[in-house]
Nanobody
Framework: QVQVAESGGGLVQPGGSLRLSCLTS????????VAWYRQAPGKQRELVAE???????KYADTVLARFIISRANGESTVSLQMNDLRPEDTAVYYC?????????????WGQGTQVTVSS
C-alpha cells in the first residue's frame, strides 16, 4: 500500500530557508511521479514541484530557481528545499504520489504541513 507523509514545516522569516520531507512507502519510483502541492487560505491547491519516474523535474514559475525537489538514490524520502522564502509562499504543503497511466483520482496524498513565512 502506497503511503506518503510530510514533515518539516514551520515558521520562517522572509529570505529564510526550510526543507520539507515526504516520507514514502510502497512506491517503485520509476513508476511514480511524486509531487509537492500547496494551498494558501482562500486559494486553490497548486502544483509546486514534481519529480517524475525518469528523474526529470518540473517547477511552478513562482518557485523556479528558489525551490529544489530531490530524492537521494535508494532513499524513500522526497525532499523540497525551499530557499529565499517569501510571505506569498505561506501555505499548507502537500505531498502526493501518482502512479503513471492511472486515474489521478487514485493519487495518494499526505495530510499536509504548514509553512508560514512572516517577520
Amino acid at each position: 500500500q502506497v503511503q506518503v507523509a510530510e514533515s518539516g514545516g514551520g515558521l520562517v522569516q522572509p529570505g529564510g530557508s526550510l526543507r520539507l520531507s515526504c516520507l514514502t512507502s510502497g512506491i517503485q519510483f520509476s513508476l511514480y511521479t511524486v509531487a509537492w502541492y500547496r494551498q494558501a487560505p482562500g486559494k486553490q491547491r497548486e502544483l509546486v514541484a514534481e519529480l517524475r519516474g525518469d528523474g526529470t523535474t518540473k517547477y511552478a514559475d513562482t518557485v523556479l530557481a528558489r525551490f529544489i525537489i530531490s530524492r537521494a538514490n535508494g532513499e524513500s524520502t522526497v525532499s523540497l528545499q525551499m530557499n529565499d522564502l517569501r510571505p506569498e509562499d505561506t501555505a499548507v504543503y502537500y505531498c502526493s504520489a501518482h502512479r503513471i497511466y492511472t486515474d489521478p483520482q487514485m493519487d495518494v496524498w499526505g495530510q499536509g504541513t504548514q509553512v508560514t513565512v512572516s517577520s
